[in-house]
């Protein structure tokens, strides 16, 4: 055959090929786009759910890494959960409260699994997860299937804490984001019955930022905010945060708390060595302070008499912040709480063989600030102490370590040159009163 039949022939045979291999490798490509396309729009893209929302079909249908799964199964998809009340629990492994209330989410998806779906979802690695899941001596015996290491999931249903639940009604619409205390038994019957009007939603609250400051305003120009509110706000936890400008302190919010810690936030600002033995509570009714003083059950008296306060000032008032504080707590609260001087028995702090010191010393001004604080956490404590020394000596915690009785904190302090005695001194009281203008 000749050279120039062979190049025909050849052609005649590879050219289809040629077409054919360039057709498929097109395929291919638009196959992997389309395959990509969903997850890319997914993690980057995607609109975070709102309450009223319906859940788009990709998540239905996206594939999540799981672990202890009944059939030992590696993954799963919501899907497979579709008509049932869903119920997504955002945790984290370092979450105690969200650990804490596992088993009774895990009772009741016993008792409910024909119609309840309950999925744990973390957003750390499988590793970590696995590990905590099955040496936790709560969760070890749990046969709920956690979601692992998920960004999707924590992108459609943002929030700012856990626990963190998302409520998902057998139609896969959005009904609720709640806490975790939300989760029980009669609650979960109507939402299974479709009402959900008894579920408290969440607040997701910035707490970087001001309460209820508008984002269009300039918080630089902000000379004064007081704020405060009672009962529980879901949303927000247990929490302390302070407003600084250049690092300076000129505010602070405290949320969920109990009004006797917010008064005892301000005396430990407002009196040196504060401590709970300079608490006089002159109150006919004290249940509205803290709960060990009342008859209620926690959960409804922490729903009802929690607090939230926050007070900002301006930099240059910053001084006046807990004196603010107290006022604002003193101005909207049935009680009254004031500073006042009084004469109280006491332990004193004193060089050994020293001579009384005078008044000024007397009220925490001496050289060992440390011994006071550690000595006003001695449980059989029932005096406050009064640092009167006038140079400092070593500290170290370890000293009180073996410390049970008066008599043996006397000998170890006298060890170091110091002397501890019985006495009177005028101190500063945080006193608690009813406000009867209320």
Known sequence: MSKRKRRQYYIRIFSPLAVLTSMCLYAVKQVSAQTAEPAATAVAEIKPLQIGDTIPEYLWHLSLQVVNHPEGRDTVTLDEYRGK????????????????????????????????CILPISTETIDKVSAFWYANQITKS??????????VLQEAFPHRSVPHLVWISPTGVVNAYTSSRQLNGGKLLSALNGDFTGVRQKINVDVTKPLFISGSLPSSNLRQLSLLFRGRLEGLASGNVFRRVDGTIHGRMLSNKTLLTLFEVCARELIIDYDRKRLRCETKEAGGLSPEFSNLHLEQWRDSLFYTIEVVLAVEQRHRLYSEMLETLNRNTPYIASIEPMMTDCYVLREANAEKRATAVAKGKGANPMFIQAMNKLSWNECPFVDETTKEKRFNEDMFANIDDRESLREMLLSHGLSLVSDQRELDILVIRDDTAN
């Open 85 to 116: 009340l869903i119920i997504l629990d955002f945790w984290a492994t370092w979450c105690g409260s969200c650990v804490e209330t596992m088993p009774q989410a895990n009772e009741l998806l016993n008792k409910n699994r024909d119609k309840l």
């Open 142 to 151: 749990l046969t709920l299937s956690p979601i692992i290491g998920n960004q």
